[in-house]
T-cell receptor
Framework: AQSVTQLDSQVPVFEEAPVELRCNYS??????LFWYVQYPNQGLQLLLK??????LVKGINGFEAEFNKSQTSFHLRKPSVHISDTAEYFC?????????????FGPGTSLSVIP | ETGVTQTPRHLVMGMTNKKSLKCEQH?????MYWYKQSAKKPLELMFV???????ENNSVPSRFSPECPNSSHLFLHLHTLQPEDSALYLC????????FGGGELFFGEGSRLTVL
C-alpha cells in the first residue's frame, strides 16, 4: 500500500526567507503526487501536482516542487515566504482505482511564518 | 455557484441527537468522498461514492451513515455520536474515468462538529 511521510511536523521560518517542506512516498510503478494547503478553518486547496513530464512543477502562490524518482521524494519549496503562507501543508499520492481516486495523505507540516 | 459546498459549517450536538451534514458539488464530478480530520491525526477516508454507489467504507462505525441521492449531493447522517467524534468533516469530489487531473480532489470548507 502507498504511504506518505512528511518528516517535519512544524516548520517556523522568518518572513521573506526560503522554505522547503519535505515529502517522501513509498515506491510504486507510477504515481501522481500532490501538495495541498489548508488555511485555518478551511478545507484543502491544491497547490500543485505532478502527473508526468518535467520533474519541476510550479504551482500557485510562488510554490514549486521537484519530483525525484530515485529518492522517492517530492519536496515543496518557496524562495521567499509571506505571512499569508502560514498554513498546514499536506503531501499526497494518488492511486487511480477503477472506480475512484484513492488519495493517501501525509500527516501534514505546519508552516509558521514569523514577521 | 461553483466548487464544493458544505453545510452547516459548524454543528454542536449532544450524544443522543440526530443530525446530518450536507455536501453539494457543482463541478460535474462523478465521485464524492467523506474525510474526517481530527487534531494531530492524518486525514481519514471514511466513505467513497462513485457513480452514486458506495465503493469504500473504511471500517466506520454505524453511527455514521452516508447517503448519495445523486452525483451532485452527498450526506452524512449522524446518530448517537461520541465526544471522540468531534472533528472537521471534509467532503471532496473528483472526476474518475479521465486522465486530466490525475486524481485531484476538490474539497469543501468542512463542517466542524462538536459532540457534547
Amino acid at each position: 500500500a502507498q504511504s506518505v511521510t512528511q518528516l517535519d511536523s512544524q516548520v517556523p521560518v522568518f518572513e521573506e526567507a526560503p522554505v522547503e517542506l519535505r515529502c517522501n512516498y513509498s515506491s510504486s510503478v507510477s504515481v501522481y503526487l500532490f501538495w495541498y494547503v489548508q488555511y485555518p478553518n478551511q478545507g484543502l486547496q491544491l497547490l500543485l501536482k505532478y502527473l508526468s513530464g518535467s520533474t519541476l512543477v510550479k504551482g500557485i502562490n510562488g510554490f514549486e516542487a521537484e519530483f525525484n524518482k530515485s529518492q522517492t521524494s517530492f519536496h515543496l519549496r518557496k524562495p521567499s515566504v509571506h505571512i499569508s503562507d502560514t498554513a498546514e501543508y499536506f503531501c499526497a499520492v494518488s492511486d487511480r482505482m477503477a472506480s475512484y481516486d484513492k488519495v493517501i495523505f501525509g500527516p501534514g507540516t505546519s508552516l509558521s511564518v514569523i514577521p | 455557484e461553483t466548487g464544493v459546498t458544505q453545510t452547516p459549517r459548524h454543528l454542536v450536538m449532544g450524544m443522543t441527537n440526530k443530525k446530518s451534514l450536507k455536501c453539494e458539488q457543482h463541478l460535474g464530478h462523478n465521485a464524492m468522498y467523506w474525510y474526517k480530520q481530527s487534531a494531530k491525526k492524518p486525514l481519514e477516508l471514511m466513505f467513497v461514492y462513485s457513480l452514486e454507489e458506495r465503493v469504500e467504507n473504511n471500517s466506520v462505525p454505524s453511527r455514521f451513515s452516508p447517503e448519495c441521492p445523486n452525483s451532485s449531493h452527498l450526506f452524512l447522517h449522524l446518530h448517537t455520536l461520541q465526544p471522540e467524534d468531534s472533528a472537521l468533516y471534509l467532503c471532496a469530489s473528483s472526476a474518475i474515468g479521465t486522465t486530466f487531473g490525475g486524481g485531484e480532489l476538490f474539497f469543501g470548507e468542512g463542517s466542524r462538529l462538536t459532540v457534547l
